[in-house]
């Protein structure tokens, strides 16, 4: 989409590769040829997004799992499709499979959507259900298993089949590679790039926005963070304001939040009716 404006630019230059710090202001790109070369900036911006977290499940690693992203390119419809995870990919990508006419089965290690009010994934489970998913919640996953032609997950006390598995238990930063414990960029435990409102990192010239950071994971918020990043980067004094982000899950019926959650609101001492 975007590489005719890059091509049209004589001004902006694009390297494929691998980057790693070698300092503060070079990268050391490794190209697809395995050849290195320098790249040296006063600026710099970490916009290297996120990928699927694959849990540490004894068996998982040696099957044909899918993620999200094998998933929505399938051409052939599962019969009985196991999803591994409540979150937001996770609850999407059931619904429409079971939409699309498979069976599904949803696994979850505590409740659905987790992460937000509780009172939205205790609606979404009986419509699922509703719907003809199966959801298990509060389910431990203790191995995982495959034969050539099922997948057997086991839980703490019931086994589950089906014939493809999703795994969609969250997503992980994109920055294990980068070396920035070598310049001091910060990060927290789940190896996010941790930066303030204006997209600034620990390091007073280098910027992070999008998946990669520690800021909500949607496009809209990437998109407001890189033009934000940017212009700081030229001088600017821009701050991104996320206390009233809008956003939503494409389920059916659709969830939509604004604001603090009701847990988020006590935690800053709000009243809160």
Same mark, same amino acid.
């Given at each position: 989409?975007?590489?005719s404006?890059?091509?049209?630019?004589?001004?902006?230059?694009?390297?494929?590769?691998?980057?790693?710090?070698?300092?503060?202001?070079?990268?050391?790109v490794?190209?697809t040829?395995?050849?290195?070369?320098?790249?040296?900036?006063?600026?710099i911006?970490?916009?290297?997004?996120?990928?699927?977290?694959?849990?540490?499940?004894?068996?998982?690693?040696?099957?044909?799992?899918?993620?999200?992203?094998?998933?929505?390119?399938?051409e052939?419809?599962?019969?009985?499709?196991?999803v591994?995870?409540?979150s937001?990919?996770?609850?999407?990508?059931?619904?429409?499979?079971?939409?699309?006419?498979?069976?599904v089965t949803v696994?979850?290690?505590?409740?659905?959507?987790?992460?937000?009010?509780?009172?939205?994934?205790?609606?979404?489970?009986? =419509?699922?259900?509703?719907?003809?998913?199966?959801?298990?919640?509060? @389910? @431990?996953?203790?191995?995982?298993?495959?034969?050539?032609?099922?997948?057997?997950?086991?839980?703490?006390? @019931?086994?589950?089949r089906?014939?493809?598995?999703?795994v969609?238990?969250?997503?992980?930063?994109?920055?294990?590679?980068?070396?920035?414990?070598? =310049?001091?960029?910060?990060m927290?435990q789940?190896?996010?790039?941790?930066?303030?409102?204006?997209?600034?990192?620990s390091?007073?010239?280098?910027?992070?926005?999008?998946?990669?950071?520690?800021?909500?994971?949607?496009?809209?918020?990437?998109?407001?963070?890189?033009?934000?990043?940017?212009?700081?980067?030229?001088?600017?004094?821009i701050?991104?304001?996320? @206390?009233?982000?809008?956003?939503?899950?494409?389920t059916?019926?659709?969830?939509?939040?604004?604001?603090?959650?009701?847990?988020?609101?006590?935690?800053?001492?709000l009243d809160?009716?």
């Open positions: 989409k975007y590489e404006i890059l091509e049209a630019n004589p001004d902006i230059n694009l390297v494929r590769g691998m980057a790693r710090f070698k300092n503060a202001n070079t990268l050391v490794k190209k040829n395995g050849d290195e070369t320098e790249v040296h900036a006063d600026r911006l970490l916009a290297v997004g996120a990928r699927s977290a694959i849990p540490t499940i004894p068996g998982l690693a040696g099957t044909p799992y899918w993620t999200s992203t094998e998933a929505l390119v399938a052939e419809m599962p019969e009985h499709l196991l591994l995870g409540g937001v990919i996770a609850l999407e990508l059931a619904q429409a499979f079971r939409h699309l006419g498979a069976k696994i979850a290690r505590s409740t659905l959507l987790s992460k937000d009010d509780p009172a939205i994934g205790e609606a979404l489970k009986p =419509i699922f259900e509703d719907e003809g998913i199966n959801v298990l919640t509060h @389910s @431990s996953t203790q191995t995982i298993t495959h034969d050539g032609k099922t997948f057997m997950v086991n839980l703490k006390d @019931s086994e589950v089906g014939d493809r598995l999703l969609a238990t969250g997503r992980q930063a994109n920055t294990n590679a980068l070396d920035l414990e070598k =310049i001091g960029v910060k927290d789940q190896g996010r790039i941790i930066i303030d409102d204006h997209m600034r990192t390091v007073k010239h280098v910027y992070a926005a999008g998946d990669c950071t520690t800021q909500p994971q949607f496009v809209y918020v990437a998109a407001a963070a890189g033009t934000r990043a940017a212009r700081n980067m030229t001088g600017d004094d701050a991104i304001d996320l @206390s009233v982000m809008p956003a939503v899950i494409f059916t019926p659709q969830v939509a939040t604004v604001g603090l959650t009701e847990q988020q609101a006590k935690h800053q001492s809160v009716q």
